[in-house]
């Protein structure tokens, strides 16, 4: 509560190790979506957690008896269309995807990309049904965005989908945000205290069948629509304001938060 920020609304020992992300479903403004927060861990695990239930999770995904522990760097709520449909989608170290179902509390899908995952993102499309996630390599600055889509999934259908991969920046990134009026804008924060906006552009068409005759989706192309650096540390955290087009905040390891806005969305 930031009108009493003395003592916090709620509190829990959560993991054995450093908590790496956490994302939340309350809050969407149309009344869907459990009161949720979802950590990923060090140790491995991916916790959801209910602040109306002290000290135990409401679900706990571990790796299973013999499994080797992943440190699970970023979690991401979605499909949150109703109070009881929700999935997590979890980014591992290792560039493991997963997306666990929480409602029949299995693993509904998973891949593999090279390099770890650093961010996945649901293109703040988590109250509608379906689940379109875009991903982006942690390691070498190449991100990946979903075009009808990298990982996509409608229903109880795995659709098989295809990447635009570009190199965003010559530094690590550390995030990417896409603006909430327009999941077709999107910023890219890296290493060296740069940000990058970039526009996605639809393909002419979105499936093609592949030499076996199975559909799949066909990637758009990404330019860059303008980028600034604004400190000689990286940017690791970024975000844009839901109300205010343009208005986004960041913070950087030089341990200062700064609040900027982006002008002329409406004309891109």
Request: proline share 4%; glycine share 10%.
């Amino acid at each position: 509560n930031l009108e009493a920020p003395e003592i916090p609304v709620y509190s829990v020992k959560g993991h054995k190790e450093i908590i790496n992300s956490i994302d939340g479903v309350g809050g969407l403004g149309i009344g869907e979506g459990a009161p949720e927060i979802v950590t990923g861990s060090r140790d491995g695990t991916v916790k959801v957690w209910d602040p109306r239930q002290k000290d135990t999770p409401v679900a706990n995904m571990e790796p299973a008896e013999g499994e080797s522990k992943r440190d699970c760097w970023t979690v991401a709520f979605g499909n949150a269309y109703n109070q009881e449909e929700r999935v997590v989608c979890a980014g591992y170290d290792n560039g493991d995807i997963k997306l666990f179902d929480l409602k029949t509390m299995s693993l509904r899908w998973e891949t593999s990309i090279k390099n770890g995952v650093r961010k996945p993102e649901n293109l703040e499309r988590r109250r509608l049904q379906g689940d379109l996630f875009v991903a982006f390599q942690y390691l070498k600055g190449a991100y990946r965005k979903a075009g009808e889509g990298l990982f996509r999934m409608s229903g109880s259908d795995r659709t098989r989908g295809s990447g635009a991969k570009l190199e965003a920046q010559k530094s690590t990134i550390w995030q990417v945000r896409h603006l909430p009026q327009n999941r077709d804008i999107f910023m890219t924060s890296g290493g060296a205290g740069s940000l990058h906006l970039w526009k996605y552009e639809y393909p002419a068409q979105r499936s093609r069948k592949d030499s076996e005759g199975a559909e799949m989706g066909v990637a758009g192309s990404v330019s860059l629509l303008q980028n600034v650096t604004l400190s000689t540390q990286p940017i690791s955290s970024l975000d844009w304001s839901p109300d205010k087009k343009g208005l986004c905040v960041c913070g950087a390891f030089d341990q200062t938060v700064r609040v900027l806005i982006v002008t002329k969305l409406n004309k891109v």
